[in-house]
């Protein structure tokens, strides 16, 4: 119980210190008061020797930390590069990540000799892979924060400043590519597995679906389109071409099922989902947002298999504490990190309560617990959804149980489909039928919700102090029955 505590202090503080610097401007002084407080608070402790004072100064140790961490993480300005905003520039440098394709453009992580980043907003043609040389030219200027609807807005330098981008080139005309820069192999090597699957499943589905294969199998979304993009969104089902921590999490449920039903050992069955969760990271390419989102099923179907929540979500601390401090600016300011950590909380905590009060649904096809993880990840995401997005999709519930039944042996079949179409050409659509029966299945059940009357619903912009209060009823309830039901 002691060492639990101290975990509890190490992060809530620690994530404290990066929450608090990356809104307001913390300097040394403050850290060396905090310094000074957790130095008188240890004499205290030592005269009255309780182990409450201990804990408190391992909270205050964590929370100056926390503030040098994001203190060294923010990025320092260019002078040669901010004395040319707003100018035509012409800039080399390495393509660092792997090039967002876009309907109407790419745009391109560049990463210049001096180490600065650029965001080159470039044509759609532009032809640019992860590696190359590029030299552009375009206007240069800053990221620009942006409304994202009525009293919200989007702080769009921060999210840039994940990646380590500090600066924008648009009107780019054309990149031209110079030559090759240093490589990951290894991330090389997971971009054209990727390329590959997507080239298999172009073969063999038409689109929409084979676009929608792609977003649910590997989190791409250029295929997806624009009218079925915003059809998802509406009933609340655009989660699942993201490949999120719940999407995996569905698929290694669903496969430890099944190997179950075979009468598979447990560790044999562990082993073989946390396979699948790697395989599926590395079929995105090792983006960052698959890798976490791999991490966190990895975590919540360990608590589910384990029986033991409680190491779960120790587990989820230590992960989500370790990834904020390899990258402080994705705590506060990247959506995908927030709703990924909080998806996974939400399976930990409310699962177990959830699935009990759903005898009335069957456990065949492993339908009682797809309905609880549902409903477990939904309640846990929905207050930060609706804070970010002011949008409340009011089918959201009954479209997710309906979808999520079919979105694991979809990415099965639409993995088979790739393989076919990666074999066989046009000739693997004879073995992606059963994957397209499926995606039109899932794509119908959004069609279906998002014609209803009042699909999505506008809700007013609320402050962060009730987002927090709203949380901590959440999860604050939970732990009260947990320790009531102990007592029982």
Same mark, same amino acid.
């Given at each position: 119980? /002691?060492n639990?505590?101290?975990?509890?202090?190490?992060?809530?503080?620690? !994530?404290?210190?990066?929450?608090?610097?990356?809104?307001?401007?913390?300097?040394?002084?403050?850290?060396? =008061?905090?310094?000074?407080?957790?130095? #008188?608070?240890?004499? /205290?402790?030592?005269?009255?020797?309780?182990?409450e004072g201990?804990?408190?100064?391992?909270?205050?140790?964590?929370?100056?930390?926390?503030?040098?961490?994001?203190?060294?993480?923010?990025?320092? %300005?260019n002078?040669?590069?901010? +004395?040319?905003?707003?100018?035509?520039?012409?800039?080399?440098?390495?393509?660092? $990540? +792997?090039? $967002?394709?876009?309907?109407?453009?790419?745009?391109?992580?560049?990463?210049?000799?001096?180490?600065?980043?650029?965001?080159?907003?470039a044509?759609? &043609?532009?032809?640019?892979?992860?590696?190359?040389?590029? *030299?552009?030219?375009?206007?240069? *200027?800053?990221?620009?924060?942006?409304?994202?609807?009525?009293?919200?807005?989007?702080?769009?330098?921060?999210?840039?400043?994940?990646?380590?981008?500090?600066?924008?080139?648009?009107?780019?005309?054309?990149?031209?590519?110079?030559?090759?820069?240093?490589?990951?192999?290894?991330?090389?090597?997971?971009?054209?597995?990727?390329?590959? =699957?997507?080239?298999?499943?172009? &073969?063999?589905?038409?689109?929409?679906?084979?676009?929608?294969?792609?977003?649910?199998?590997?989190g791409?979304?250029r295929?997806?389109?624009?009218?079925?993009?915003?059809?998802?969104?509406?009933?609340?089902?655009?989660?699942?071409?993201? !490949?999120?921590?719940?999407?995996i999490?569905?698929?290694?449920?669903?496969?430890?099922?099944?190997?179950a039903?075979?009468?598979?050992? *447990?560790?044999?069955?562990?082993?073989? /989902?946390?396979?699948?969760?790697?395989?599926?990271?590395?079929?995105?390419?090792?983006?960052? @947002?698959?890798?976490?989102?791999?991490?966190?099923a990895?975590?919540?179907?360990?608590?589910?298999?384990?029986?033991?929540?409680?190491?779960?979500?120790?587990?989820?601390?230590?992960?989500?504490?370790?990834?904020?401090?390899?990258?402080? =600016?994705?705590?506060?300011?990247?959506?995908?990190?927030?709703?990924?950590?909080?998806?996974?909380?939400?399976?930990?905590?409310?699962?177990?309560?959830?699935?009990?009060?759903?005898?009335?649904?069957?456990?065949?096809?492993?339908?009682? +617990?797809?309905?609880?993880?549902?409903?477990?990840?939904?309640?846990?995401?929905?207050?930060l959804?609706?804070?970010?997005?002011?949008?409340?999709? !009011?089918?959201?519930? %009954?479209?997710?149980?309906?979808?999520?039944? #079919?979105?694991?042996?979809?990415?099965?079949?639409?993995?088979?489909?790739?393989?076919?179409?990666?074999?066989?050409?046009?000739?693997?659509?004879?073995?992606?039928?059963?994957?397209?029966?499926?995606? @039109?299945?899932?794509?119908?059940?959004?069609?279906?919700?998002?014609? !209803?009357p009042?699909?999505?619903?506008?809700?007013?912009?609320?402050?962060?102090?009730?987002?927090?209060?709203?949380?901590?009823?959440?999860?604050?309830?939970?732990?009260?029955?947990?320790?009531?039901?102990?007592?029982?």
């Amino acid at each position: 119980m /002691t060492n639990a505590r101290f975990l509890w202090a190490i992060v809530f503080g620690f !994530l404290t210190g990066i929450f608090l610097r990356s809104f307001a401007s913390l300097g040394f002084a403050f850290v060396g =008061f905090l310094a000074l407080l957790a130095v #008188a608070t240890l004499l /205290t402790s030592l005269v009255s020797r309780k182990i409450e004072g201990v804990v408190i100064v391992i909270a205050l140790l964590a929370l100056g930390g926390g503030i040098l961490r994001m203190d060294a993480a923010i990025l320092i %300005p260019n002078p040669a590069l901010t +004395e040319k905003l707003g100018e035509e520039v012409t800039l080399e440098g390495i393509v660092f $990540d +792997e090039p $967002d394709v876009r309907e109407a453009s790419v745009r391109i992580s560049m990463r210049l000799e001096s180490g600065a980043g650029v965001l080159v907003i470039a044509p759609a &043609h532009a032809d640019v892979r992860y590696g190359d040389r590029v *030299r552009a030219a375009g206007e240069l *200027r800053v990221p620009e924060a942006f409304e994202t609807g009525v009293g919200r807005a989007f702080n769009y330098p921060a999210y840039l400043a994940k990646d380590g981008i500090s600066y924008e080139l648009a009107f780019v005309r054309d990149v031209e590519v110079i030559g090759r820069g240093a490589t990951n192999p290894v991330k090389i090597f997971a971009i054209w597995v990727k390329h590959t =699957f997507l080239e298999g499943l172009g &073969h063999a589905l038409p689109e929409p679906y084979a676009g929608l294969a792609g977003g649910i199998t590997v989190g791409d979304k250029r295929g997806l389109g624009t009218e079925l993009a915003e059809v998802f969104r509406t009933v609340g089902l655009i989660h699942i071409v993201v !490949l999120s921590g719940y999407n995996i999490m569905i698929v290694m449920e669903g496969l430890s099922w099944l190997l179950a039903w075979f009468s598979v050992h *447990r560790y044999a069955r562990f082993g073989a /989902t946390v396979f699948v969760a790697i395989f599926f990271a590395l079929m995105t390419g090792l983006a960052s @947002a698959s890798v976490r989102a791999a991490a966190m099923a990895i975590i919540a179907v360990v608590g589910r298999m384990s029986g033991r929540m409680y190491l779960a979500s120790r587990a989820l601390a230590i992960v989500a504490a370790g990834m904020v401090a390899w990258n402080p =600016f994705i705590l506060a300011f990247d959506p995908g990190f927030q709703l990924s950590v909080l998806a996974t909380a939400g399976l930990i905590a409310f699962t177990p309560i959830i699935v009990t009060r759903l005898k009335f649904i069957s456990t065949k096809l492993g339908l009682r +617990e797809i309905a609880a993880t549902t409903f477990a990840a939904q309640l846990a995401v929905l207050p930060l959804l609706l804070y970010q997005s002011g949008q409340f999709p !009011l089918f959201s519930l %009954p479209a997710n149980l309906l979808a999520l039944v #079919a979105v694991p042996w979809a990415m099965l079949f639409s993995a088979i489909a790739a393989l076919g179409g990666i074999l066989l050409g046009s000739l693997g659509v004879i073995i992606a039928f059963p994957a397209y029966m499926l995606l @039109a299945y899932i794509i119908e059940v959004g069609n279906l919700f998002a014609t !209803l009357p009042f699909a999505s619903v506008s809700v007013p912009a609320f402050g962060a102090a009730w987002l927090f209060i709203v949380y901590v009823l959440l999860f604050g309830s939970v732990f009260y029955l947990k320790k009531e039901s102990g007592r029982g």
